[in-house]
């Protein structure tokens, strides 16, 4: 019983270590707690970036179909750039970046 004198009345309130438990509880102990919370945060920013991106190269595609569907000079440049097609009388070079030495 003597030590019980020693420890200070603040320490002693049990509305305070209710207060203190819970806060040490949600901080680190809980399912949601404060890291994971944060980390979450992050994610979501990191996926709301990705979703604007692909919103963003969606939208360009459309332009890019739109035009495809309407201009027959599109759809032949169109396939002399990604499929590399060419006309009877031409020559098609490929020209790659070189490969950097380590």
């Known amino acids: 019983m003597?030590?019980?004198?020693?420890?200070?009345a603040w320490l002693k309130?049990?509305?305070l270590l209710t207060?203190?438990?819970?806060v040490v509880w949600m901080l680190f102990f809980d399912d949601r707690d404060f890291f994971i919370?944060?980390?979450k945060?992050?994610?979501l920013g990191d996926l709301q970036k990705s979703k604007q991106y692909y919103q963003t190269l969606i939208g360009d595609t459309h332009k890019?179909?739109?035009q495809l569907k309407i201009n027959a000079f599109t759809i032949e440049k169109?396939?002399?750039e990604k499929f590399l097609m060419k006309r009877d009388n031409e020559d098609?070079?490929?020209i790659q970046p070189a490969k950097e030495i380590k």
């Open 2 to 8: 003597r030590f019980l004198n020693q420890i200070p």
């Open 19 to 22: 207060i203190v438990g819970f």
């Open 41 to 43: 945060r992050q994610e």
């Open 37 to 39: 919370t944060a980390q």
């Open 78 to 80: 169109y396939a002399r």
């Open 64 to 66: 890019e179909l739109d």
């Open 92 to 94: 098609v070079f490929v």
């Open 13 to 15: 309130n049990k509305y």
